[in-house]
């Protein structure tokens, strides 16, 4: 399946682009897309380790299934008070 995956913040700076496309398997989980950015775009590879994945726009655990037509987004974590 083809993905869009957008990019946010700094992850957007290392990436050079805020939209990335991604070829996955149709099994594919969110732990996969992340292994399959951080190949492709390895200046995203530290940041993925803690980034947070919304898909369809709820956060997503990296367990879980990607479907085709899922809008995926990724955010660097937030801290502050």
Known sequence: ????VRLFA????????NLL???????????????S???QVPALAPS??????AVNNEYAFR????NTGDEIALFPPVSGG
């Open 1 to 4: 399946m083809k993905l869009n």
């Open 10 to 17: 700094t992850l957007k700076e290392h990436a050079g682009s």
């Open 21 to 35: 496309n991604i070829e996955l398997s149709d099994s594919a989980s969110v732990e996969t897309l992340l292994t």
């Open 37 to 39: 950015l951080a190949a």
């Open 48 to 53: 993925l380790k803690t980034v947070l994945v």
């Open 63 to 66: 367990d879980q299934k990607i």
